[in-house]
């Protein structure tokens, strides 16, 4: 494996793209903050960060292999992975609290899943979702 993915210099410091992201965790532990704000934000790193997010492709295309290593990852191994892909998940005040979140990513955009095409599918699946639940009548979708 090539050393230049561990050199700190090289890599990719998602906590620059989360800043946001991280001040609204500092928040949380001093007052209640709505999960769906937290979505927003973690989705607002991945789309500057890969321009995608993990609503854009479908866990399903990952092997079981790769659902057994995510579920194993402690942060010290999440930190070497993401080092070896190029990627920092380390902020000013440790490991990024999203971290296996962000690992989701990095693996996705290993195994190539990161496609149009994929997200297309992925936004279809969340449509038929939304549409077969009692008392929707439409899904309004930004594009």
């Keep these: 494996m090539?050393?230049?993915?561990?050199?700190?210099f090289a890599l990719t410091r998602i906590a620059d793209f989360a800043?946001?992201?991280?001040?609204?965790?500092?928040?949380s532990r001093r007052r209640p903050v709505d999960d769906?704000?937290?979505?927003?934000e973690f989705n607002a790193v991945c789309l500057s960060v890969w321009g995608y997010t993990t609503d854009d492709f479908s866990d399903e295309l990952f092997s079981s292999a790769d659902?057994?290593?995510?579920?194993?990852?402690?942060?010290?191994?999440?930190r070497i992975f993401a080092a070896g892909q190029g990627y920092d998940l380390i902020d000013d005040n440790g490991m990024l609290t999203?971290?296996?979140g962000f690992c989701w990513m990095i693996l996705a955009e290993k195994r190539g899943?990161?496609?149009?095409?994929?997200?297309?599918?992925?936004r279809?699946?969340?449509?038929?979702?939304?549409?077969?639940?009692?008392?929707v009548i439409g899904v309004i979708v930004g594009r």
């Design 2 to 8: 090539s050393t230049i993915a561990f050199d700190q």
């Design 19 to 27: 800043r946001s992201l991280s001040r609204l965790h500092a928040l």
């Design 36 to 40: 769906d704000q937290f979505d927003r």
């Design 67 to 78: 659902h057994a290593f995510l579920d194993s990852l402690d942060e010290a191994q999440a």
């Design 98 to 100: 999203d971290w296996w």
């Design 113 to 122: 899943l990161l496609t149009p095409e994929n997200r297309a599918a992925a």
């Design 124 to 135: 279809a699946a969340i449509e038929d979702k939304y549409l077969a639940a009692p008392n």
